[in-house]
């Protein structure tokens, strides 16, 4: 199929990221704790990986006899789908084989499997791994690896980040268990948010904050903030907020929140909007809790909280109605306003859909005029209210 969209990806360096051997076993070993039988008898396709060096099929290679996994499935992008200055050399494993192709090893993905003992020290593990080339360039949308998902129970890998919703929608529409590392901003993403609502998929069980979560980068990547040279000399580079999205079940997301009541928030509070009392929004009928810390335990109507409370959503303990306008699910509210002058400042005709707002003294920067004065937006909120509340 046509790779236009993989290839402007791939073509760009800052999608070619790898992740650490520690962060993907902190994240495995939550599901494990819950549930030490989630690997077992289960295929394990590791797409979008490369597996002459990735430490995706390094661990599950390592602990395929422990986990009791069935089968072991690891695909690579063909060479000619990376970036062109990021150098090519086949490893020597394929060199030394009778099988090795100089146009496939460019042109073609490849595939590694591990099923059994090949290497004859009666265990199954790394050594064991077989390989060969892919019929085509490894691009996870092919026919040839959407039958590889087909038959697969559960995909883990790192998609490239500018392919994060496609991909996701691959595995979804191929009804699979997964765990993928993403931008934590994709839990806004009007695709994504629904699912998180519908409880189809939840945040992992790692919480990643800024600077948090650092990926190998290849030696071409360009100089950027956050980089940093591990003892080995390989250069490593943070992205921000990253986050695992799964739909494996993990304890931490059954672990309830400890709170204080709405009265000991706003006696003992030391943030702005609580410590007054919870300030109400003009144009939904909720109130805007600041910090996910502040949620109070007692109150019964709908609240407004930022989208970090999805690291420590418990689904037993509270329900998510909707989104601001920002993450594009309801309560939204189309506003139109006429050219018009409000405190001697004149303000152009304004259309669209906007979230929830709150009132502000002063005319400000993401000020809105739908409710006919000055508003100002807060921030991205998501809408919870405490289980069994009802409507």
Known sequence: MANDNLGAAKKAKNDEFYTQYADIEKEMNAYLEYNPDVFRDKT??????????????????????????KKLISTSYAPNSKPRDIPYQ????????????????????????????????????VDDLEWSYLDGDGDFRSEEVTKLRDGADIIITNPPFSLFREFLFWILSGSKSFSIIGNSNAITYKEVFPLIMENRIWLGATRTGVGSMYFYVVDSAPEKTGQVIDEKGRKLQTIGNSAWFTNLEHGVRHEALSLMTESDNIRFSKHDGVKGGFQKYDNYDAIEVPRVEAIPSDYAGVMGVPITFLGKYNPEQFEIVGGDGYVGTPPTKTYKSKSKVVNGVHMKSQTGTMGCVIRRDSFGQGTYFDVGYPVEAVYKRIFIRHKGQGQ
């Open 44 to 69: 394990i396709l590791l797409p979008c990986d490369d597996p002459e060096w990735s430490n995706f099929t390094k661990y599950f290679a390592q602990n395929f006899e422990t986990f009791g996994l």
């Open 90 to 125: 086949p490893a020597l494993f394929e060199l030394e084989d009778e099988r090795f192709d100089e146009v496939k090893t460019q042109a073609n993905g490849k595939i590694f499997t591990l099923t059994r003992d090949t290497s004859g020290d009666k265990r199954i593990d």
